[in-house]
């Protein structure tokens, strides 16, 4: 085995993350499902690579300049990648999340130093909304970017650059599938579109939680959402600039009763406590593989990507409290408490 090499600075730690065989989920498709470990980045999310490549690409433009100010609106994760890149890089930042999201994202934001702005959550449309405050403030402030993490291409090129060439060494140039869930779909897109610039037979595939529009929209060319999920930092309702001129081959729907299935197997069986997002995708993966194989693949490889820690959602997905009051179905082990 060879350990990571030395690295000349805190930032070269974002990226090159390993990749797991899933075991319970390999058996579940009958052929094998890898999942990479975004929890190992620094902010224990896949949202750091995005964080990173946007920050050094309004470098890169002359718009941030020494002592600036980067500005999002985030489900959280993004936020947290933004706090360690601009510590790193001696700027500000100012993170505006709906208030809704896990309490342990936001204690974890005023932690790292960031000024957070928490509003209700409402409708894109609605000027309100967390994206249109967070470009607000952003006009506002002297010397600040606004992330756009949404819209930002620089978001997808983190996946198309680092992400995807690191699956395709991992697993020695031989993936068959790649899916995982939207939420500015960087990731999907990014990774799908690297992948295919090494195979074009990859198949790509969305895997959608309820209350997203995007299932129908791939499936049907209609943008229209149906039921509704709690899973944090995916769900998109519209193409984002991220996802434009993605081709997606084929499309699941996962529900977050099924996604917490395999949370739950992926902590008792595997050791791996993850997010629900995490959960969502090795479904969607699950689905992907079975496909492939139905479709006479020999052996195929389905990748996909594990988002974020666990240990960020204690209060809601591994508190039995939470669940039951979101009507889910409490882990076996969580049902005394
Ligand atoms: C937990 C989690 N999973 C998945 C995603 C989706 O990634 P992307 O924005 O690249 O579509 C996010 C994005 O914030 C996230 O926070």
């Not at 996962?254 to 995490?278: H, K, M, N, P, Y």
Request: proline share 4%.
């Amino acid at each position: 085995m060879t350990s990571p090499p030395a690295r000349a600075s805190a930032l070269d730690l974002i990226g090159n993350t390993p990749i797991v065989l899933l075991e319970g989920a390999s058996e579940a498709a009958g052929c094998e499902i890898w999942g990479k470990c975004e929890f190992a980045n620094p902010g224990a999310s896949v949202k750091d690579r995005a964080a990173l490549w946007i920050v050094r690409d309004a470098e890169k433009r002359g718009e941030l300049r020494p002592g600036g100010t980067v500005v999002e609106g985030t489900a959280g994760n993004t936020g947290i990648g933004i706090a360690l890149v601009a510590n790193a890089l001696g700027y500000k930042c100012v993170i505006v999340m709906p208030d809704n999201q896990s309490q342990e994202k936001m204690a974890t934001l005023r932690a790292l130093g960031a000024e957070l702005v928490t509003v209700p959550p409402t409708k894109f449309a609605d000027p309100a909304h967390f994206v249109h405050t967070s470009r607000r403030i952003a006009e506002e402030t002297e010397n600040a970017i606004w992330a756009n993490q949404f819209d930002n291409v620089a978001n997808r090129r983190a996946h198309i650059e680092s992400t995807a060439p690191e699956i395709w060494e991992q697993l020695e140039g031989r993936v068959d599938g790649f899916t995982c869930a939207v939420g500015t779909g960087g990731t999907l897109a990014g990774t799908g579109m690297g992948l295919r610039e090494k195979d074009e037979n990859v198949r790509i595939a969305l895997t959608d939680p309820y209350g997203a529009a995007l299932f129908n929209y791939y499936a049907h060319g209609e943008l229209k959402a149906e039921g509704s999920s709690v899973a944090e930092g995916i769900g998109q309702g519209r193409i984002t600039a991220n996802l434009e001129g993605l081709e997606v081959d084929t499309q699941f729907r996962v529900s977050d009763e099924e996604g917490l299935q395999w949370v739950a197997r992926l902590l008792r069986e595997e050791g791996l406590c993850l997010g629900l997002s995490s959960g969502i995708n090795v479904a969607g993966a699950v689905m992907l593989g079975r496909q492939l194989v139905a479709e006479g693949r020999e052996d195929p490889r389905v990748a996909t990507i594990l988002c974020d820690t666990g240990f960020r959602y204690l209060s809601t997905l591994y508190n039995a409290e939470w669940l039951r009051e979101k009507g889910l179905p409490v882990f076996d082990w969580l049902r005394s408490s």
